[in-house]
């Protein structure tokens, strides 16, 4: 089976995006359940401590936000540079007589 040796620019940071989106989830899931995993200990609802635990979830979440708006902003881009690069074929002409 012969594979490309080369990809071009926009082909390879393509890709890229698309496994970045693809692996957005599986981050979300490790910063959320790191905390557990770090600390498994019974106090993680203390008093003060909870409010810190609560400032580092909506940091998570609302950088996971910026994340995939900009690997979504970015793919759409890409996707429109591709589909303009397209061009049209040239319309029949007409015969003349």
Partial sequence: ???????ERRTYRQNRLQDAARLLPILGMVLGFAPVFIRGDATLLGGADLSNWLVYYFVIWIGL???TAFVSWSLTRSDRKDA?????PPPPR???Q
């Fill in 94 to 96: 007409a015969e003349q």
């Fill in 1 to 7: 089976m012969a594979r490309r040796l080369f990809l």
């Fill in 65 to 67: 936000i910026v994340l």
């Fill in 84 to 88: 303009a690069d397209v061009t049209p």
